[in-house]
Nanobody
């Protein structure tokens, strides 16, 4: 089907920046929406940002003005630029993609990456 591989997480001080990347691979016919979600210890997974194939974006209120999602359709890759990071941004960040893949026929997919840890701490 479709696999997602994330990269770019790590440890950063408050106020710092990180850039996450997520590349989709497989028998992709088309990708509709791509997005980033996060899950902190003891909390439910929550939406961070999403982007459609046409470039429309949606952000959680907690990250508006600090995070920017972007997408390279030719590379089937989505990015998350995170600036002015806060300790409360600490979480495992997951990439998600929704679209169509080719097998014996065209079928829908909804795939998740394995997650990348982002830790904001001094």
């Amino acid at each position: 089907q479709v696999q997602l591989v994330e990269s770019g997480g790590g440890l950063v001080q408050p106020g710092g920046s990180l850039r996450l990347s997520c590349a989709a691979s497989g028998s992709i016919s088309s990708i509709n929406a791509m997005g980033w979600y996060r899950q902190a210890p003891g909390k439910q997974r929550e939406l961070v940002a999403t982007i459609t194939g046409g470039g429309s974006t949606n952000y959680a209120d907690s990250v508006k003005g600090r995070f920017t999602i972007s997408r390279d359709n030719a590379k089937n890759t989505v990015y998350l630029q995170m600036n002015s990071l806060k300790p409360e941004d600490t979480a495992v960040y997951y990439c998600n993609a929704v679209g169509l893949y080719r097998s014996s026929r065209i079928s829908p997919f909804n795939s998740w990456g394995q997650g990348t840890q982002v830790t904001v701490s001094s």
